[in-house]
């Protein structure tokens, strides 16, 4: 299957930088004083108002050891929905109320399956169908996990303030992990404190975006019935 783990490694860390279509509070003029704080302070504070907008957009690409890997996901609560690329392959991925989805494209059947023959027969079966994963299955669990605020904004090291910058017309502030790993996560100074960017030590290696913060997405909802077919069935093909 597509490299799962590294996007757990990239949530383990402040890794990297997405891309929205709404305007966060923080492009307001009212300065919110965290640039005063600790660093800890801060980011405890950009958790805080991440958690309250309940739902946002992560955009980007981060370096994995057999390529790079694309993201661009909605996350509502605990609930998700976008896509994850590598290689040439994409899964389309769905989680609501606990229960999760896949829709993954033909170059991902074809990569990750024993046989032409096998890919096809799947690809056949799914048509542009959701496959169900049973609660039991945990290949997706880390992915799945880019729901945790808490583990997204989670540095390796400790934290010192970094340079402030511009982020598409968002005052911000870094705060620069130390670790080995290293990495920066850009925090809003205007309006609401949120995690605008992450930004990895080696910008080559990935960087993701913040944006649409509480932003309503009509698309992450469970899909139809008619439109889901059990992945159990598809292991067996």
Do not use: H
């Not at 080559?204 to 077919?229: C, H, I, K, N, R």
């Amino acid at each position: 299957m597509i490299a799962l783990a590294a996007a757990a490694a990239l949530l383990a860390g402040c890794g990297d930088g997405g891309d929205g279509g709404g305007e966060p509070e923080s492009t307001g003029p009212t300065d919110n004083g965290v640039s005063a704080l600790a660093p800890d302070e801060i980011l405890s504070r950009a958790t805080t108002a991440l958690k309250e907008a309940k739902s946002y957009r992560i955009k980007g690409s981060i370096k994995v050891d057999d390529g790079k890997m694309d993201l661009d996901l909605r996350v509502a609560g605990s609930d998700v929905g976008g896509k994850l690329s590598q290689n040439g392959a994409t899964v389309e991925l769905l989680s609501v109320g606990g229960q999760q989805y896949i829709r993954p494209d033909a170059t991902f059947w074809q990569q990750n399956l024993d046989s032409p023959e096998a890919a096809r027969n799947v690809v056949k079966l799914m048509g542009d169908k959701w496959a169900k994963v049973p609660a039991e299955n945990k290949d997706f669990a880390d992915l799945f996990g880019v729901a945790s605020v808490d583990e997204l904004l989670k540095p390796d090291g400790s934290l010192t303030k970094g340079e402030t910058r511009d982020i598409d017309g968002v005052q911000t502030i870094g705060l620069v992990d130390t670790s080995a790993k290293g990495g920066t996560i850009y925090i809003a100074t205007t309006g609401k404190p949120y995690p605008i960017a992450l930004q990895s030590k080696d910008v080559a290696e990935g960087q993701l975006t913040f944006s649409d913060f509480g932003a309503t997405f009509d698309d992450v909802q469970a899909p139809p019935e008619a439109q889901v077919v059990d992945f159990e069935e598809l292991r067996r093909k």
